[in-house]
């Protein structure tokens, strides 16, 4: 075995070793520390080589540049002094996935209500570390994504994509599981017919790879990473180990898990559970 697949075999190996099984990634009574473990550990070993491709074509709806995320919080909604939250994900990521499933409904929740204008930016950077259908999954995935934003149906894909990431980092995704999320996400008629010609023309593969660098380039490399106003949500340093903590972070710009005005260790304000997400 060459030195390159005997890393990528190691790194599969520590990956399955620190994956729970579905009973233990559940929230329980709000506790985080399971799946917090394994995102730190997923996040750590993701950092490598970057994927490397064309950065020309245009941006999707809804991103704030070239290379700048998607906005997904309506500007009807948004309230005034709402903190901006940057999520960095690789749909290929397994503690991306993991962390999709117990905080993407507060970060949808808090979107919807407009307490957060919430950005997303896909990157690509693991296929530089995987083979076969891996080797480009990241960017065919991130630019279905960006498709489906255009339809502006970019969260409901999101949402389904994560829910088919295959069991398995690297195993990447086939076209009939990217139409799948499509129609699962609502796309349909005029707009679905629009999104099939987007991925097959592969509209926004240089935008992923945008993406991908400028993110890079502001020392976001590895993933999945949060920022609130710019400030990096850290797990650790601020013990997060709730929803509610998460939450506080994230209104807070990062500093603290307690909201102002709120006794330490109240729970602020109402937090989907597990039990309740979608």
């Not at 934003?149 to 409901?156: E, Q, V, W």
């Not at 008629?189 to 991925?199: D, E, I, P, R, Y």
């Amino acid at each position: 075995m060459t030195s390159g697949k005997q890393a990528r075999a190691d790194r599969a190996a520590k990956i399955e070793a620190v994956t729970p099984k579905e009973s233990r990634t559940k929230l329980i009574a709000g506790v985080l520390v399971a799946i917090l473990a394994v995102a730190g550990i997923g996040w750590a070993i993701a950092m490598g080589v970057q994927s490397s491709g064309s950065t020309e074509g245009k941006a999707p709806a809804g991103a704030t540049g070239d290379s700048g995320g998607i906005v997904v919080t309506a500007a009807n909604v948004l309230k005034q002094g709402a903190p901006t939250v940057d999520v960095y994900e690789d749909f290929q990521c397994p503690a991306c996935g993991q962390q999709h499933k117990l905080l993407g409904p507060t970060l949808k929740q808090l979107s919807d209500t407009g307490q957060i204008k919430l950005v997303y930016h896909m990157k690509n950077f693991l296929e530089a570390q995987l083979t076969g259908l891996g080797a480009t999954s990241s960017t065919a995935a991130a630019n279905a994504a960006a498709c489906a934003a255009d339809a502006g149906r970019f969260l409901p894909y999101h949402a389904a994509l994560f829910d088919l990431q295959p069991a398995r980092e690297g195993e990447g995704y086939p076209e009939a599981t990217l139409a799948k999320a499509a129609a699962t996400a609502g796309i349909t008629g005029a707009a679905l017919t629009t999104w099939n010609q987007c991925v097959k023309d592969g509209t926004y593969k240089g935008y992923v790879q945008r993406v991908d660098e400028a993110s890079a380039k502001a020392g976001i490399n590895g993933t999945p990473t949060y920022l609130s106003n710019g400030t990096k949500i850290d797990f650790e340093k601020l013990k997060i180990s709730t929803v509610d903590q998460f939450r506080a972070a994230l209104l807070t710009g990062g500093t603290s898990t307690t909201l102002p005005g709120a006794a330490p260790g109240a729970t602020p304000g109402t937090t989907p559970s597990a039990s309740t997400a979608k």
